[in-house]
């Protein structure tokens, strides 16, 4: 496997583009992923294949990105999250192509964008759709497939689409009789 060095004791793979200089010690970035200038990632992360990391964007420490997940501006990734394969982030709650004319007064600043906002241990699971604005609390499980549209509390297991409460979890991410105090 090719790969070349891009972070203290890290790297990325030789087809990776990594313009930041704001990331962490031990970090690795896979094959045909890009992270932008602005972007910030914290140590000992694992970007996974073909994910793009947008100017704006901001990831913790000890967080896992699995392929094919792009994390937009607005997006801010708690320390020690899991993101799992295609997950998917939208920050604009109206989106339309900023080139058109009818929406360009829109895009002349950042006011459009919905923040969202990990908190620290959150489980996004493959092919989740996050839509913001909203916050994932601490160590809340967000199943496979699952569509949030509103705020997940900490500890908080949900599924379906779109999302509802189908039980907690503790920090390891095993379902537990009631919400941890």
């Not at 339309?96 to 996004?124: F, Q």
């Amino acid at each position: 496997m090719k790969q070349k060095a891009s972070t203290p004791s890290g790297f990325a793979h030789a087809t990776a583009i990594v313009e930041t200089k704001q990331i962490g010690a031990q970090t690795r970035v896979w094959a045909f992923s890009h992270v932008q200038p602005e972007a910030s990632i914290g140590s000992h992360c694992n970007i996974g294949e073909n994910c793009f990391i947008e100017n704006g964007a901001a990831i913790g420490d000890r967080v896992t990105i699995k392929n094919g997940v792009c994390i937009w501006k607005g997006v801010v990734v708690g320390n020690n999250v899991f993101i799992g394969p295609n997950a998917t982030f939208t920050n604009d709650h109206r989106p339309r192509s900023p080139r058109s004319p009818h929406v360009e007064n829109k895009y002349r600043d950042d006011a459009w964008l919905t923040p969202i906002l990990l908190g620290e241990g959150c489980t996004v699971g493959a092919n989740a759709t996050i839509i913001g604005p909203v916050v994932l609390g601490r160590f809340c499980f967000v199943a496979a497939g699952c569509v949030v549209i509103r705020n997940v509390e900490e500890f908080e297991l949900v599924a379906g689409n779109p999302c509802r409460r189908i039980g907690w979890v503790n920090e390891q991410g095993e379902r537990i009789e009631r919400q941890p105090q």
